[in-house]
C-alpha cells in the first residue's frame, strides 16, 4: 500500500503535488477518451445510416433499369394489342430467359396471385399464392400486386433466398401489363447489405478500440515522464538539502569549537589572568600577616577590585551566551541591549522601536527572535557594510481572515544582496537559512526584501494566540 506517513514533511508535500497533478490529468483523459468514444459512435452511425441510404438507392437504379430491360423484352408484343393467350406465353417465355447472377431472376404472376413465371422456383408454378404470409405475418404477393397495379414501385419483402435457402429481407420492384393481368418483377436480396454494415460496425469499433489505446499509451507515457520528473526533482532537491544539512552541521560543529575557543580565550586571558593576579595578592598578604607584620592594607584593596573586575567578566560572558534580562525584563528590553552592545562594537548607528501592545511571549518565541536579531546584526556587521540600522518590534492584530501577528523588523542601508540566489545557493546565505529555520521551528516566517545597493528588510512574523486580539480591542 502507498504510505506517506514515513516521510519528510517536503516529501509529503512533493506527493500530495504530484498527486494533484495527476488527477486532473487522468480526469481529463478519462473525458477525452469518453468524448472520442462518443464522437466515433455518433460518426460511425451517421456512416452507417449515409452507407445504407446509399446502397438503398443504388439498389433501387439498378432494379428499376433491370425491370426496365425487360419490360422493353416484351414491349412488341405488348404494343402489338394482341391479348391472345399464345402472344403472351411468348411474352413469358422471353422473360424466362433474362437472367442475371446466382441469386438474379425475373418473376411473372397474374394480378391475382398465381406463378406465371419463376426461374429459380419452377415448383411454384401454377400456384396461387395470394394468401402467401411471410414469417412477420405480411401478405406478400397481396402487396406487390398492389403496387404493381398503383403504376409500379418498391416493395420491401422476406423471401427464400435459393442459393442459401434462408429467408432474408429482399428490396421488389414490380410493374404491371394490365391488357395481360399480368405482374412483372424482380427484386435484388438485402443480406449482403447487413454483411457490409456488420462489416462497418466492426471497422468503426476497431477504430474506436486503436483509438482509446492511443489515448491509453499517450496517458501511460504522460504518467511515465511526469513519474520521472518527480522523482528526478525528488531526488535533486534530496541531494541539494542532504548538502545544506552536512553545511550547516559543519558550520554548528564550528560555530561551537569557534565559542569554545573564545570563551577559553577570554578566560584565560581575562578571568584566569585577574584571578592570578588576585591569588598573588591575597598570598603576599598572608606572608606579612604569617610573620607579624601589619595586613597590608593597599594589597587587599587590589585582590578585592581584581575580584570584581573577575566577577564583571563572568557576568559579561553568561550574558552573551544568555542575556538573564532576555529572561527577567523581557524580549524588548534585551533587544534593546542587544541593539546598544552590537552598536558600540561596530560602530554603526542603530536605533530600537519596540510598538506598543507587545504581549508576554513563550520561552522558545522570545528565544527564537533574539537569536534572529543576533544573527541578522552580525550578517550586516560582516556583509553589509552599513551606515544606519532599525529595529522593530512591533504587534498587529491582523486583517479579515488573519490572525494577530508579531513582527519583528530589522532594516539597513547597506550593500544589499540577491536573495533569490542566496536561497538556491547551497554553499552561501548560510545564516539566512538559519534564521528561517529559527523562526519555522516557532510556527513563524520571514521575508527578506534586498537588492543589490538598496539595503535589506528582515520581517519576521509570529502568529499570537487569540488572546492578543481580545486585549487589543479592550
Known amino acids: 500500500m502507498f504510505r506517506l506517513g514515513g516521510w519528510s514533511p517536503a516529501r ?6 504530484v498527486l494533484l497533478a495527476l488527477l486532473p490529468l487522468l480526469g481529463a483523459l478519462g473525458l477525452m477518451a469518453l468524448t472520442v468514444a462518443h464522437q466515433d459512435r455518433d460518426l460511425a452511425e451517421r456512416e452507417r445510416v449515409l452507407v445504407l441510404q446509399t446502397y438503398m438507392n443504388a439498389r433501387r437504379v439498378e432494379l428499376r433499369h433491370y425491370v426496365d430491360l425487360a419490360v422493353s423484352t416484351v414491349r412488341p408484343l405488348y404494343d402489338s394489342g394482341q391479348t391472345d393467350p399464345a402472344t403472351r406465353q411468348q411474352a413469358i417465355q422471353r422473360l424466362a430467359s433474362l437472367d442475371y447472377g446466382s441469386d438474379g431472376y425475373f418473376f411473372v404472376y397474374d394480378l391475382d396471385g398465381e406463378v406465371l413465371m419463376h426461374s429459380r422456383q419452377p415448383e411454384l408454378l401454377g400456384r396461387n399464392l395470394w394468401n402467401l404470409r411471410d414469417p412477420q405475418g405480411q401478405p406478400t404477393i397481396q402487396h406487390l400486386s398492389a403496387q404493381a397495379r398503383q403504376g409500379g414501385g418498391y416493395v420491401e419483402y422476406l423471401w427464400q433466398k435459393p442459393s442459401s435457402g434462408k429467408m432474408v429481407p429482399k428490396l421488389g420492384y414490380v410493374v404491371a401489363l394490365p391488357r395481360w393481368h399480368l405482374m412483372l418483377g424482380t427484386g435484388l436480396y438485402l443480406d449482403d447489405m447487413d454483411d457490409t454494415l456488420t462489416q462497418l460496425d466492426q471497422q468503426v469499433r476497431g477504430n474506436i478500440s486503436a483509438t482509446l489505446w492511443w489515448m491509453l499509451g499517450i496517458a501511460g507515457l504522460a504518467l ?6 518527480g522523482l528526478w526533482l525528488n531526488l535533486s532537491e534530496q541531494r541539494i538539502a542532504d548538502q545544506k544539512l552536512r553545511l550547516l552541521a559543519q558550520r554548528l560543529v564550528r560555530s561551537q ?4 575557543a573564545r570563551l577559553a580565550r577570554e578566560l584565560h586571558d581575562g578571568s584566569s589572568q585577574t584571578l592570578v593576579s588576585t591569588k598573588l595578592l591575597l598570598e603576599s598578604a598572608l606572608h606579612a600577616v604569617q610573620h607579624g607584620g601589619p595586613p597590608p592594607e593597599h594589597s587587599l584593596r587590589q585582590a578585592l577590585a581584581r575580584l570584581g573586575d573577575s566577577l564583571t567578566e563572568i557576568r559579561r560572558l553568561s550574558h552573551r551566551l544568555r542575556p538573564a534580562m532576555l529572561d527577567r525584563l523581557g524580549l524588548p528590553a534585551a533587544l534593546e ?6 552598536s558600540e562594537a561596530s560602530g554603526v548607528a542603530a536605533q530600537v522601536f519596540v510598538g506598543p501592545q507587545v504581549p508576554e511571549l513563550g520561552e522558545e518565541i522570545k ?9 541578522a546584526l552580525a550578517n550586516v556587521a560582516k556583509h553589509a557594510g552599513a551606515q544606519q540600522v532599525q529595529l522593530s518590534l512591533l504587534a498587529d492584530t491582523g486583517g479579515p481572515g488573519a490572525g494577530p501577528t508579531l513582527h519583528l523588523q530589522i532594516s539597513d542601508d547597506g550593500r544589499g ?15 539566512l537559512r538559519n534564521i528561517r529555520e529559527r523562526m519555522a521551528a516557532v510556527g513563524g516566517s520571514v521575508e527578506f526584501l534586498s537588492a543589490p545597493g538598496q539595503g535589506t528588510q528582515l520581517d519576521a512574523q509570529v502568529p499570537l494566540g487569540p488572546g492578543f486580539k481580545q486585549e487589543s480591542e479592550g
Not at 12 to 17: C, M, T
Not at 257 to 260: A, G, N, W
Not at 367 to 375: H, N, P, S
Open 12 to 17: 509529503r508535500l512533493r506527493a500530495k503535488f
Open 224 to 229: 511515465l515522464c511526469l513519474s520521472v520528473s
Open 367 to 375: 528565544t527564537a527572535l533574539f537569536r534572529v536579531a543576533q544573527e
Open 417 to 431: 544582496f540577491e536573495a533569490e540566489r542566496l536561497h538556491h545557493d547551497p554553499q552561501q546565505g548560510i545564516g
Open 337 to 342: 541591549q542587544l541593539v546598544a552592545e552590537w
Open 257 to 260: 569549537e569557534d565559542e569554545r
